[in-house]
């Protein structure tokens, strides 16, 4: 240590600088002591002056109590709440205003502020945080009255500015627009339950509020409700049902660019679905078949045929044509409604339904036709046979022309059924259905065997040789007297040649 710092420490330890410490420390005691004093004085003045009274940043029911008697704060809360009035908002901007003197509505604080009071007193708290209570009170009012005051109002009534509506349940229904089932929001409406809200005015008259918002989801029980909503287990399982059920097309291509189809906007008015199964209303679906059928029918229709006079001739109704096979297409059609759907396609249609996804929803089906003809013509049905190779039978002539190219290629006489109401040769447009060297006629007293047999109809009347005819003495009018049951008579000769010449489901057409 160098002699200097000897000489500093010695200079500390003298008398002056131990009295300049000591005082220093004497005035440092003396402020602690005052600030002590100093803090229990506000404590004993805090501690006294709210011993009866509220704390500071105090409300009741939003109501400032703060520094107030337990009585004061009774008091002006009664007075506050002596011109009650409650304003009730209900939906669709409608209101109803309930005077308190109306329903002889009157508050009183009961022992429960007192005890909120004493909660509030059990810890002295110099800086006590800000309170907010809701204190339910003891109200009276004369229940009677505000059932009336609400049966009469707008909320229940309805007026000119605000209509009643009752609510509606959500529903399943097809779109067109969007091409799919879709679930139909439900319309709460703002049908009023009385005593629902009897019992929520009583509830914030209690509370002392002064505004009632029924449009708030905590008083939507005031409103009667929908039964199902578009949240509900059951529609939402409904629709999947639907829309996995008729979201499918069903075509046929008819040829020539022609297609036939069954869409989803047609399934939509076929199927219901209840408990969870689809029902399908058959009715409806054969009808559809039905027109189907009917629009590509050409069996019976008239037709216009070039005779061998050259001259045109009307024929009508017979059995050529196309038909399509009704029985078996309503079995296709229904067997294509309920196949499977892979679950991934359907639900690629309902999130964007346009051609590319309509193609994993499409079922091709192909045409079962009951019977056909030689072509189709879909600017002109009628024109459905070989206008160069066909048949021709005139009765009046009481001949066969066999037409080829365009021309009669061969002729010969005929002797048709006789013109009674059970052997006339019937008229029309036919088609050869079958060809046999030996076949047997049978009617009612009658069984004859003969060779060259060319089906015409279905109920026997056909082509065949006659040998029993007086072929000798033939005549445009023999068939009057010794006409057929219905066949076409020939030589046995002309029986051969009309065999040979004639082809299976080539038209026939007798006039």
Partial sequence: MTKENKTIQNQDKTPESKAKKHGGRSIIAAILCAAVLVIVAIVLFHKIYYADKWYRQTYINEVDVSGQTLEESKKNLEKKFSDYKL???????SELVIDGD????????????????????????????????????????????????????????????????????????????????????EVVGNTIIPKNLVAAIEETMKQGNTTLDLTKDKYAAVYKSPKYTSDSKELTEELEL???????????????????????????????CKNGKVTYKNKKIENWVENFCLKYKTVGITRKIKSHTGKMVKIVGGDYGWQLDYEKMVQQTKKALKESIDVNATQAYIDNPNEDTKKGITLKRKAIYLNTAFQKDYENFTNDWDPKNYTEISISDQKVYVFRNGKVKFSCRCITGRPTEDRRTPTGAYFIKEHKEAYTLTGADYSTPVKNWVRITWTGTGFHP???????????????????????????????KIYNMTKYREAVFIH
């Fill in 242 to 272: 639907y829309n996995g059920s008729a979201l499918r097309y069903i075509v046929w291509n008819m040829g020539k660019g022609n297609i036939e189809q069954i869409t989803p906007v047609e399934i939509s008015k076929w199927i219901t």
């Fill in 87 to 93: 304003t009730v908002v209900g939906r669709n901007d």
């Fill in 466 to 496: 006659a040998t029993w005819q007086p072929w000798s003495r033939w005549s445009k009018t023999l068939y009057l007297t010794r006409g057929s049951h219905g066949c076409i008579n020939l030589s046995v000769s002309d029986a051969q």
């Fill in 102 to 185: 109306d329903i002889d509505f009157s508050l009183h604080m009961h022992e429960e502020m007192d005890g909120l009071f004493d909660k509030q007193h059990e810890h002295d708290r110099l800086f006590p945080k800000t309170r907010r209570w809701t204190q339910k009170f003891n109200v009276s009012y004369n229940v009677n009255k505000l059932k009336d005051m609400i049966t009469d109002s707008e909320l229940v009534q309805g007026s000119g500015e605000h209509t009643i509506i009752n609510p509606k349940s959500a529903y399943i229904t097809y779109s067109k627009e969007k091409q799919q089932f879709i679930c139909q929001k």
